[in-house]
T-cell receptor, first 112, second 112 residues
Framework: GEDVEQSLFLSVREGDSSVINCTYTDSSSTYLYWYKQEPGAGLQLLTYIFSNMDMKQDQRLTVLLNKKDKHLSLRIADTQTGDSAIYFC????????????FGSGTRLQVQP | DVKVTQSSRYLVKRTGEKVFLECVQDMDHENMFWYRQDPGLGLRLIYFSYDVKMKEKGDIPEGYSVSREKKERFSLILESASTNQTSMYLCAAGTSGGGEQFFGPGTRLTVL
């Protein structure tokens, strides 16, 4: 079955890089996602990666995938106070049920 | 740039009432999903639909039903609301091939 795990909390200083980590258990071909949720808001899709990729970069965001260890990370360069939010890692299969399995979310706090 | 909308941001209902939560997407995606989000439990899948008039139970379907009469609209129904259904409800839409899944802003339901 699918299981996605994340650490609960990360605190960084403004201008530093943030790295949010996630592990997943499903060994099938899959999509892996990063979502951002600000207080009182829905989930905003930041980026996603297919499991045959190693890396994806989009402006300040870099996603790294270690397939051997089933480890996914999201790096935010030059972290800003506006990046403070909860970040969810999620996984979905490419066949069968397409629903997302979520981690519990990592709360990122950016100190000025 | 609106992709997924939900009928209400906040809703307060009484125990035993029938509750309808509506979700509409403008992306012509085949798959639609209903999740609930609770502190400490993350997001859990209630129901999903991969086509008009088709539905599948998710991980926590008890006490809920759904309706998908048109491709763009997916409704979540609480037949007789109970206090343990107080939660944030999130709707999402995605393609049949996987990849992007977009979420609505969420409906915070309180059952008194």
């Amino acid at each position: 079955g699918e299981d996605v795990e994340q650490s609960l909390f990360l605190s960084v200083r403004e201008g530093d890089s943030s790295v949010i980590n996630c592990t997943y258990t499903d060994s099938s071909s899959t999509y892996l996602y990063w979502y951002k949720q600000e207080p009182g808001a829905g989930l905003q899709l930041l980026t996603y990666i297919f499991s045959n990729m190693d890396m994806k970069q989009d402006q300040r965001l870099t996603v790294l995938l270690n397939k051997k260890d089933k480890h996914l990370s999201l790096r935010i360069a030059d972290t800003q106070t506006g990046d403070s939010a909860i970040y969810f890692c999620a996984e979905s299969m490419i066949t069968g049920r397409r629903a997302l399995t979520f981690g519990s979310g990592t709360r990122l706090q950016v100190q000025p | 740039d609106v992709k997924v909308t939900q009928s209400s941001r906040y809703l307060v209902k009484r125990t035993g009432e029938k509750v309808f939560l509506e979700c509409v997407q403008d992306m012509d995606h085949e798959n639609m999903f209903w999740y609930r989000q609770d502190p400490g439990l993350g997001l859990r899948l209630i129901y999903f639909s991969y086509d008009v008039k088709m539905k599948e139970k998710g991980d926590i379907p008890e006490g809920y039903s759904v309706s998908r009469e048109k491709k763009e609209r997916f409704s979540l129904i609480l037949e007789s609301a109970s206090t343990n259904q107080t939660s944030m409800y999130l709707c999402a839409a995605g393609t049949s091939g996987g990849g992007e899944q977009f979420f609505g802003p969420g409906t915070r339901l309180t059952v008194l």
